[in-house]
């Protein structure tokens, strides 16, 4: 079992027995990854490569030497399908820059966290490669044309033609080729990470380190400044990405000569490239692997998309006709946000405290219902819940619960507009009374419908103390 070969790995390099070892979680990667636990912590590594596992394991060591911050790798297996590396921790850039993310706006923490990264990167770039031995990259040792069509066809394969579009392939092939012409003619003697996204950046004691560069090869430094600042989840604004291009070239000048003209025209095809690539990524891994994760991440490459071909492309005239059809499709229009947004309304009882939010975002809103007139104060009502017909009429009759979620509609409306308008994945919305039977249940199962109606948006509604689930789903 490889538990059990990583356990013999951490006997023979510490000298102990592994007290615990516990598998991690692994979003796009087939390779698995566990932490071992006892007198350190270290992280056990299991890949189904062993041609990517050497590659890893040789480039770790070679940027190790050079002083990059990288994991340690302290021990490998014979046929290195297993290896222990340094343990970083269980912070992800990604997770770090959270709220960023998720409200638009990226404070100085994130800022200063995004800025150490963008400036690590042309040290990577030049000082990794040199004395870099890129015949032991896998599956290819530089970036060229066979890497362009390969990434190209993987968009029109596993994206592309998933969609169901028709189109005509003599057309596209002719783009790609001159896209390739494009994308290749600058050499350089630089090393590519080629996954760089904050997804592969750790940080540790406020220092970004490298994670997860086993795909690299020798390339242009332009893909990974596109891979890193179009990253469709991260959704850096359009001025914090200019600050972070401009904290590059700062960086980059103390390699190289930057004639910042050719820099972003070449860096504008980049980014096409990379949103195609990072397109067939998705498709692949979401649509027929079924892995949530990137199936979610479509529309905010789509959104990417859409952004770049405001600005024609005029070397590819079908492929950009192409994609502006692509980014039209009823499935990845504008309207179709709502796929994205789960509201979760509840009605509870104070005495049994206000319901946590399963989805961990820790926000949304609390109504308190018990200003409004109480039907459980009637004996003919206290067996009775808000969706029965009596209760409604009393508090419809009595018209304060109607005032009342008039103002709740007007706060809740807004606040999911922009969620959607944002991208944002969860909602929670609360109603307490006394009981949690009658004002609470009525006021939540109305608000689910209104907002269901009206936007169309997944919601899961819970009367807590009834016990009672309903399932609003998305629609079309």
């Known amino acids: 079992m490889i538990t059990d070969e990583l356990k013999r790995l951490y006997q023979k390099h510490t000298g102990a027995t592994a007290t615990d070892i516990t598998e991690l979680s692994a979003a796009g990667s087939n390779r698995r990854y566990f932490r071992l636990s006892g007198p350190v912590s270290l992280i056990g590594v299991s890949g189904t490569s062993q041609e990517e596992n050497h590659s890893f394991i040789y480039m770790a060591t070679h940027f190790r030497e050079k002083g990059l911050p990288v994991p340690q790798v302290f021990i490998q297996s014979d046929d290195q399908s297993c290896y222990l590396q340094e343990d970083l921790g269980d912070t992800l850039l990604f997770q770090a820059i959270e709220k960023g993310r998720e409200s638009g706006s990226f404070d100085e923490t994130e800022k200063t ?20 031995d890129f015949n032991q990259c896998h599956p290819q040792p530089e970036f060229n044309e066979r890497s362009v069509l390969w990434d190209l066809n993987y968009f029109k394969y596993c994206f592309l033609k998933a969609t169901g579009m028709e189109f005509q392939e003599n057309c596209l092939e002719d783009d790609f080729r001159k896209m390739s012409e494009v994308l290749l003619q600058d050499h350089t003697p630089t090393f590519m990470y080629r996954d760089f996204q904050s997804r592969n950046v750790m940080v540790k004691a406020g220092e970004p ?48 000569t930057v004639d910042e003209t050719h820099f972003y025209k070449q860096l504008r095809h980049f980014v096409l490239f990379r949103t195609l690539q990072v397109l067939g990524a998705y498709g692949f891994r979401g649509y027929f692997e079924r892995k949530p994760h990137f199936i979610q991440s479509v529309p905010f490459a789509i959104d990417n998309l859409r952004q770049l071909l405001q600005e024609d492309y005029p070397e590819y005239p079908y492929l950009c006709a192409l994609l502006r059809d692509l980014t039209n499709l009823p499935q990845f229009s504008n309207n179709l946000r709502k796929d994205r ?21 820790g926000g949304g809103f609390v109504f308190d219902c018990r200003a409004i007139h109480n039907p459980g104060k009637y ?52 109603f307490g009374c006394t009981g949690g039977q ?24 819970v009367h807590r103390e009834q016990n009672i689930e309903q399932l609003f789903n998305a629609t079309i």
């Open 209 to 256: 380190w490298f994670i997860d560069f086993q795909g690299g090869r020798k390339g242009p430094i332009y893909y990974d400044v596109a891979s890193f600042l179009w990253q469709a989840k991260a959704k850096f604004p359009a001025e914090l990405r200019q600050e972070l291009i401009t904290d590059y070239l700062e960086a980059l000048r103390a390699y190289t």
């Open 379 to 430: 004996e003919r009502y206290k067996p009775l819940t808000g969706l029965d017909e009596p209760v409604i009429r009393f508090l419809e009759e009595d018209g304060e619960i109607t005032r009342f979620l008039e103002h709740v509609y007007e706060i809740v409306d807004a606040s999911v507009k922009r969620y959607m308008e944002r991208g944002f994945t969860h909602l929670m919305i609360s």
């Open 113 to 132: 966290l995004l800025r150490k990264t963008i400036r690590l990167l042309p040290t990577l770039q030049f000082k990794g490669a040199e004395g870099f």
């Open 341 to 361: 947004l789960t509201v979760r309304i509840a009605s509870f009882s104070y005495k049994q405290g206000i319901p946590d939010d399963p989805s961990d975002n």
């Open 438 to 461: 009658h004002r609470s249940v009525y006021s939540a199962q109305h608000t689910a419908e209104h907002i269901h109606s009206k936007f169309g948006v997944r919601v899961e509604l």
